[in-house]
């Protein structure tokens, strides 16, 4: 196996412009997060198709690469460029985290792209399959997961650890040709491409401190109480990311919460709580505490957010009725039940004729949301056969 890797902006540019004549490029990316809050980008490995009557000693040496951006003045700017091409289909394993952190260096989502781990799930391969599986399964071959906890900030980096890291985009070629394939055999390519436009929007990866008080775990709270959250959430997103520190090494979650319940209106109070004494605050963290807290009571007092509603008896039934009717429909269509509909869209869909959830939308409602309104009417039902469970057409039901 090649082991190529790219250290200058030269052969960077070399390396991108050669691959931009391809039709696809697997992509994956080491990154260490645990000290702070934005990724640190370690190492980036891309793989390209082997070409017409290329040999294999030459697709052994430039189909895979590593790139190490932490080399002394390399410029990343021909990568971004190469994943901004929309020429080439940019195919990664469960992509999130490694577009967090080309959107957070480069502003903008690889595009256009392809996730197998999706792709996976849409071809009936179970939930978030893991790529080792995968490779396992379509490749027919294992790998070596010893250098997974590698601390890839360190160099120089070793033989074996280049090996690794370089197998999660050489496998990944033949797993996107496979399932691809499978994709098209099967007609379900718009199903992934309505998927793919999520993590191709930006805004999936911006996190906006406003919202952090959506991670909190609140209790029944009350308006004071969940103003004061909300404004130590807040405050606490934007320092974090100001200072590049994990939000807990700011403030963690049940210190925060016990602090919001108290209101305190000085620091003897901020640090007077059994977990808040456990933290480290420094004088000007403690005033911007205590001015989050003071401007919260004095802003517009918003209602806590409403708890979904929950199903009553009948509904609760007729939402156990409508998993089994999922689980029916998936395994004829060999499509991963949680990629169709989850829990909440279960008892939204047993509660509402016309509920907004995923599962009423695109590809989801031919497969399984029809059917399941169908049931609701009384115009399908449920059938334990030898086969397993039987979907029986009844026909519309006459009105009463």
Known sequence: MSLSVITTTDALRALCDDYAGSSYVTVDTEFMRERTYWPILCLVQVGRPRREGESDEDFERDGAVLIDPMASGIDLGPLFDLMADRSVLKVFHAARQDIEIFVN????????????????????????????????????????????????????????????????????????EHLSGRLD??????????????????????VDPADAWKRLKMRAPTGKLFMAAMALAEWREAEAQARNVPRNRILRDDALMEIAAARPTTVEGLTSGRLSRRENFSGASAAAMLRAIETAAQGVQQKPPKAPPKPDAVQSALADLLRTLLRAKTAGADVADRLVASSSDLEMIAMEDEPDVPAMRGWRRDLFGEAALQLKRGEVALSAGAKGVEVIELGPRDPV
């Open 185 to 206: 055999r099967e007609n379900r390519s718009h199903w992934l491409t309505e998927e793919m436009a999520v993590l191709e929007a930006v805004e999936t990866y911006r």
């Open 105 to 176: 260096l480069a502003n903008a989502v690889p595009t256009p792209l392809f996730d197998t781990q999706i792709a996976a799930m849409v071809c009936g391969f179970g939930d978030q399959v893991g790529y080792e599986k995968l490779v396992r399964t379509i490749c027919g071959q294992g790998l070596d997961k010893s250098s997974r906890f590698t601390d890839w900030s360190k160099r120089p980096l070793s033989e074996k650890q280049l090996v690794y890291a370089l197998a999660d985009v050489t496998h990944l070629r033949d797993v996107y």
